[in-house]
């Protein structure tokens, strides 16, 4: 089973991590990135998330499905923000669910790192003196 899903609502996290539980599974790892208030001694008012949906859709499908085959997951959900959050908002939650540890880490750090490089979703950080849009890194 693989979700993912692209939303200007608050990412509900216990969901998230409840459709990967499976009996059959021993581990779930969960990846939750926030908003820092700072980024290199500045203070971030926001971020502001945007994306080409499709294509970004698309390449977030294919991701979870190479990690799902190469670990064996059950399961994997993918779903991130788009729009505006503030300093501590959540805004990209990835789970998933594996029969054993290492096979959940190795595949929530691949969908996560992948999703990064290879997905058109573009961040802008707002400070109180400006603006910047971030390039995306791992």
């Known amino acids: 089973m693989i979700s993912t899903h692209l939303t200007e609502?608050?990412?509900?996290?216990?969901?998230?991590?409840?459709?990967?539980?499976?009996?059959?599974?021993?581990?779930?790892?969960?990846?939750?990135?926030?908003?820092?208030?700072?980024?290199?001694?500045?203070?971030?008012?926001?971020?502001?998330?945007?994306?080409?949906?499709?294509?970004?859709?698309?390449?977030?499908?294919?991701?979870?499905?190479?990690?799902?085959?190469?670990?064996?997951?059950?399961?994997?959900?993918?779903?991130?923000?788009?729009?505006?959050?503030e300093p501590g908002g959540i805004a990209v939650v990835v789970a998933v669910s594996t029969p054993h540890r290492a096979d959940a880490f190795a595949a929530c750090q691949l969908v996560i790192d992948t999703l990064k490089e290879r997905v058109p979703i573009w961040k802008k950080e707002v400070f109180e003196d400006g603006e910047t849009w971030v390039t995306p890194h791992a």
């Open 9 to 85: 609502t608050p990412l509900d996290t216990a969901a998230i991590i409840a459709s990967v539980q499976n009996e059959r599974c021993g581990a779930i790892d969960v990846f939750i990135g926030t908003v820092r208030n700072e980024t290199k001694g500045k203070a971030v008012l926001r971020l502001e998330y945007e994306a080409y949906e499709p294509m970004a859709l698309k390449e977030m499908q294919s991701i979870c499905e190479e990690a799902q085959q190469r670990w064996n997951a059950h399961a994997i959900t993918a779903h991130h923000r788009l729009g505006t959050i």
